[in-house]
Nanobody, 130 residues
Framework: QVQLVESGGGLVQPGGSLRLSCAFS????????IGWFRQAPGKGREGVSC????????YYAESVKGRFTFSRDMSKNTVSLQMHSLEPGDTAVYYC???????????????????????WGQGTQVTVSS
């Protein structure tokens, strides 16, 4: 049974940093793609970053490139999203998600109309405000 549990959200001032974590079970990173998505109030789901289970490559959306870093801790079955230089536009509920198509991680995954990942966590709120 695949499970994903996010943690680490909160309120931060513009320019600040937060680290989100996703504890997962029921699969291994070698056989699943895993990623971070977000949804702001009144907006659609937006891809943030993902990791291919095929070759470990990491993809970032242009809006977060250079500010966010995806990492994983294989010993703890956890992946993290380190976020720096946060902006009010980053305010959203952030979700960790996984998919059994282990190579389902690239720019096309984040395009409008792309097939959603199969498994999702409950989400964690990130609010960037002064």
């Amino acid at each position: 049974q695949v499970q994903l549990v996010e943690s680490g959200g909160g309120l931060v001032q513009p320019g600040g940093s937060l680290r989100l974590s996703c504890a997962f079970s029921g699969f291994t990173l070698n056989y699943y793609a895993i990623g971070w998505f977000r949804q702001a109030p009144g907006k659609g789901r937006e891809g943030v970053s993902c990791r291919s289970g095929l070759d470990g490559s990491i993809y970032y959306a242009e809006s977060v490139k250079g500010r966010f870093t995806f990492s994983r801790d294989m010993s703890k079955n956890t992946v993290s999203l380190q976020m720096h230089s946060l902006e009010p536009g980053d305010t959203a509920v952030y979700y960790c998600a996984a998919d059994p198509d282990r190579d389902y991680c690239s720019g096309y995954v984040f395009e409008d109309g792309a097939r959603a990942y199969t498994h999702w966590g409950q989400g964690t709120q990130v609010t960037v405000s002064s």
